[in-house]
Structures are given as structure tokens and as C-alpha cells.
């Protein structure tokens, strides 16, 4: 039932369900909530957009080179684990993503969290992959509450307060090969 009212796979909703995001047994009040909410549109401008799944333990013996603890998002994350899954390390174009500034991440369809890109911190290419990964640096805006509901973050600028919060309210929708993706009237190749 979950998986047909929200227009997702079952196995995005296992995702959702794994990420804490709706508990089991799920709530029909929790997926109407959320089925009730518009898509994301971008009139002006691209938006960019990482598409993850649940927690779980990084592999630091087949990437030594990235330091986290875990890849994947969970409703538990304090903002520095969010931080960490988050902005590091991501087949991407740094200058798209730093152009784009905000930076929405996403579990099936709902944005968990946003935050505003302020730089490049560092890129490396993995010894099986042709193409660098990027790290950036970011400020968190928001992020979504246990009630689904936006919490804000008081530091957050005015001019992005309510873009952060219309996100966070809001779900998203994108088609790429790979976690990142662009949003929005621009034309990019698919980086997996």
C-alpha cells in the first residue's frame, strides 16, 4: 500500500524504513503525509541532488582513502555524521555543484537534509575508477525532523531559509546513473 500511494518501488520504501524515516508497522497517516507532498520544480537555475540509501559501516580496507564511518543516511545522524555521508565522496562536477550552491539530499524521493556548498575541499580517484571523487565543504540548512517536518537551523541565511524549508516540504524526483543528480532546465551527461 505504501509503495503505490507514494508512486515508489517497495523496495524505496524498505529504503525509507531502513533510514528511520517511517517506522514499522507504517502509519497510513505517515504516508499520506508524505504522498500529500508537491514535487520539487525548478523554475530558475538546476539544483543539486544526491540521492542516497540507508546506514552502513564505510569499507576502509577497499577505500582507505575515505575516511568515514559509515555511507548512508539515517534519522539518528548527529549533523556532523550527516556532514560526513553527506559531502564526501561524490563522482560529481565541482563546479556545477559550487555554481548550483544548495544541495539537497534525498532517500526515495524525500529530502532529508539540505545544505548550502561553500567550497571544494578535495578530490581522489579511487584505484578501480577512472574519474575523481569530490569532497565539499557546507553549511547545514535544514534537515528533516522524526515528525517529517523541516528543523531549520537558526544560522541559516534569509535568502536560503525558505528555498531550504520549500525543499524539505516538498519531494524529488531525478533520473541519473549515479547517486548525483542535476535538477532543473540544464542538459548534463550522467555521472555514476
Known amino acids: 500500500m505504501a509503495a503505490t500511494r507514494l508512486d515508489i518501488a517497495y523496495g524505496s520504501v524498505s529504503k525509507l524504513v531502513r533510514c528511520h524515516i517511517l517506522p514499522l508497522p507504517i502509519p497510513a497517516a505517515l504516508v499520506d503525509k508524505l504522498a500529500a507532498r508537491p514535487d520539487v520544480v525548478v523554475a530558475a537555475g538546476e539544483l543539486t541532488v544526491l540521492r542516497t540509501g540507508s546506514k552502513e559501516p564505510a569499507d576502509p580496507a577497499k577505500h582507505p582513502q575515505d575516511e568515514r564511518k559509515y555511507i548512508g543516511f539515517d534519522m539518528g545522524h548527529s549533523d556532523a555524521e550527516l556532514e560526513e555521508t553527506s559531502?564526501?565522496?561524490?563522482?560529481?562536477?565541482?563546479?556545477?555543484?559550487l555554481d548550483n550552491e544548495v544541495f539537497a539530499i534525498t532517500v526515495a524521493t524525500v529530502p532529508v537534509a539540505v545544505y548550502r556548498i561553500t567550497g571544494h575541499v578535495?578530490?581522489?580517484?579511487r584505484p578501480d575508477e577512472t574519474r575523481p571523487r569530490h569532497h565539499y565543504a557546507g553549511q547545514l540548512l535544514g534537515r528533516l525532523r522524526a515528525d517529517l517536518e523541516p528543523a531549520m537551523?537558526?544560522?541559516?541565511?534569509?535568502?536560503?531559509?525558505?528555498?531550504?524549508e520549500q525543499i524539505l516540504r516538498s519531494r524529488i524526483r531525478t533520473s541519473s546513473g549515479g547517486p548525483i543528480a542535476y535538477l532543473g532546465g540544464v542538459e548534463r551527461p550522467v555521472v555514476d
Open 87 to 97: 559531502l564526501r565522496w561524490w563522482r560529481s562536477d565541482p563546479d556545477v555543484v
Open 122 to 125: 578535495g578530490a581522489y580517484t
Open 153 to 164: 537551523r537558526q544560522d541559516t541565511p534569509g535568502h536560503l531559509r525558505t528555498l531550504a
